[in-house]
C-alpha cells in the first residue's frame, strides 16, 4: 500500500534552517508530485509547494519564495522540503502529500512537527 | 488567489442523521469544456493527516464509505454524510485546485 514516512519532530531557533524528509513506498516514485501542506496548531491547511520526482519541476507558494528548497532523491525514493529563516509562526505540523491529476491529495505522510522557540 | 469559505464552522448532528457542509470559492473553479469541477473534500480526525474523501467535486476516493456524497458546480459546492456514524466525528476541509495555489476552506467541525 501507499505509505509516506516523514522524519520526526524539530525543535529549532529563529533563524534557523529545518529540513524535513518523506519517505515514499508502495509506488513508483517518479510518477506522482510530492506536495507540501502544513497545518499551525488548531488552525487550517496552508500549501507550500510541489515538486514533480521525475522532471524536478517544481513550484512555491508566494509567501514561502526565497526561504523554501524542495528536492527529491529518486534512488531512494525520498523528498525534502528545507525552510529557512524560520520565525515563530513557522511552527507548524508540515505533512508531505501525494498529489495526482495536479493536487489532489491521496496519500499524506504522518505530519512532522517543526518548533520554533528561542 | 482563489479564497475558499465554509459554512457552518461546526455543527452538531445526531447518530443517523445527515450532515450538510457546504463550500464556496471566490470564482468558479469548474471548466465548462468537460463539465468538471476541481474542488475535493478531506476529513481530518484529531492527531492524523487529513484523508481524502471526494475529488472532482463528487467522484468518490477508493474505500470512502457510501454515505459520503458530494455536489456542485461554479462557486458553490456541498459535502454530505447521510446517517451519521461516530467514526464521522472530524473537521471537514474542502480545497480547489482549480488554479495555483490550491487553497483550502477554514474547516467545518462535526460532532454528534
Known amino acids: 500500500q501507499v505509505q509516506l514516512v516523514q522524519s520526526g519532530a524539530e525543535v529549532k531557533k529563529p533563524g534557523a534552517s529545518v529540513t524535513v524528509s518523506c519517505k515514499a513506498s508502495g509506488y513508483t516514485f517518479t510518477t506522482y508530485d510530492i506536495n507540501w501542506v502544513r497545518q499551525a496548531a488548531g488552525q487550517g491547511l496552508e500549501w507550500v509547494g510541489w515538486?514533480?520526482?521525475?522532471?524536478?519541476?517544481?513550484g512555491y507558494a508566494q509567501n514561502f519564495q526565497g526561504r523554501v528548497t524542495m528536492a527529491t532523491d529518486t534512488s531512494i525514493s525520498t523528498a525534502y522540503m528545507e525552510l529557512s529563516g524560520l520565525r515563530a509562526e513557522d511552527t507548524a505540523i508540515y505533512y508531505c502529500?501525494?498529489?495526482?491529476?495536479?493536487?489532489?491529495?491521496?496519500?499524506w505522510g504522518q505530519g512532522t512537527l517543526v518548533t520554533v522557540s528561542s | 488567489d482563489i479564497v475558499v469559505t465554509q459554512s457552518p464552522d461546526s455543527l452538531a448532528v445526531s447518530l443517523g442523521e445527515r450532515a450538510t457542509i457546504n463550500c464556496k470559492s471566490s470564482?468558479?473553479?469548474?471548466?465548462?469544456?468537460?463539465?468538471?469541477?476541481?474542488l475535493a473534500w478531506y476529513q481530518q480526525k484529531p492527531g492524523q493527516p487529513p484523508n481524502l474523501l471526494i475529488y472532482?467535486?463528487?467522484t468518490r476516493e477508493s474505500g470512502v464509505p457510501e454515505r459520503f456524497s458530494g455536489s456542485g458546480s461554479g462557486t458553490n459546492f456541498t459535502l454530505t454524510i447521510n446517517s451519521l456514524q461516530a467514526e464521522d466525528v472530524a473537521v471537514y476541509y474542502c480545497?480547489?485546485?482549480?488554479?495555483?495555489?490550491?487553497?483550502f476552506g477554514p474547516g467545518t467541525k462535526v460532532e454528534i
Open positions: 472532482w467535486a463528487s
Open positions: 480545497q480547489q485546485y482549480y488554479s495555483t495555489p490550491p487553497t
Open positions: 515538486m514533480n520526482p521525475n522532471s524536478g519541476n517544481r
Open positions: 502529500a501525494r498529489g495526482h491529476s495536479g493536487y489532489i491529495y491521496d496519500s
Open positions: 470564482r468558479s473553479v469548474s471548466y465548462r469544456s468537460n463539465n468538471k469541477h476541481s
